[in-house]
Structures are given as C-alpha cells and as structure tokens.
C-alpha cells in the first residue's frame, strides 16, 4: 500500500519560513518524481514544484520561485519543500503526489497524493 505522509504545516507570519516534509512508502521511491501541490479554499489545486527521481532537475511556478526550495533525500524515501519570505497568499492545503505512470512531472496529473498539511500565513 502507498502512503505519502506530510508534516510540518503551521500558523506563521508574512515573512517567516516553514519546511515541509513528505515520507513515502509503499513503492521505489527513488525512481520516481515527486511533486508538492496546494490548494487554498475556493481555489483549485494547484502546481507547486517538482523534482526529478534523482533530484537532478526541478520546477516552480513562477509566483514562489526564489523563495521555495524543493529537494529529496532518496535513503530516507522523504521529499521537502523549504519555504522562505512567506506570504498571506501562500496560506493552502499542501499535499506531495509521486508520479509513477512516467513522462514529463511538470503537470498536475500524478498518481499518489498524501492527505494535505495545513500552511496559514497571517498578514
């Protein structure tokens, strides 16, 4: 069985930082892309950023680039993202996904999905 499990949300200020960490389990996790997504209340899901299975390449949207940090540890089956200079509009539900079908990770279209972890940014 697959499980992906987030941890390390929370209430902070415009500004602070939060690293959020994903454990995976259940499949190779070394051979496959990991993604962090999010969702913000009223809005769809939305891409985060995404690592390749060796952590070689990533990917942002444009509005946290400079300010997230996406990366994996392959002997700890754990994918991360590091968020700096924290905004009110970062405030989500952030989940990670792995996607095992193969092709390009650059999508919304993953295959595994962790239960969400809560990041609130006060103003």
């Known amino acids: 069985q697959v499980q992906l499990v987030e941890a390390g949300g929370g209430l902070v200020q415009a500004g602070d930082s939060l690293r959020l960490s994903c454990l995976v389990s259940?499949?190779?996790?070394?051979?496959?892309?990991m993604g962090w997504f999010r969702q913000a209340p009223g809005k769809e899901r939305e891409f985060v950023a995404a690592?390749?299975?060796?952590?070689?390449?990533?990917s942002y949207r444009d509005s946290v680039k400079g300010r997230f940090t996406i990366s994996r540890d392959n002997a700890k089956n754990t994918v991360y993202l590091q968020m700096n200079s924290l905004k009110p509009e970062d405030t989500a539900v952030y989940y990670c996904?792995?996607?095992?079908?193969?092709?390009?990770?650059?999508?919304?279209?993953?295959?595994?999905w962790g239960q969400g972890t809560q990041v609130t940014v006060s103003s």
């Open positions: 996904a792995a996607r095992t079908r193969g092709g390009s990770y650059v999508t919304t279209e993953y295959d595994y």
């Open positions: 259940g499949l190779t996790f070394r051979r496959y892309p």
């Open positions: 690592i390749s299975s060796s952590g070689a390449t990533t």
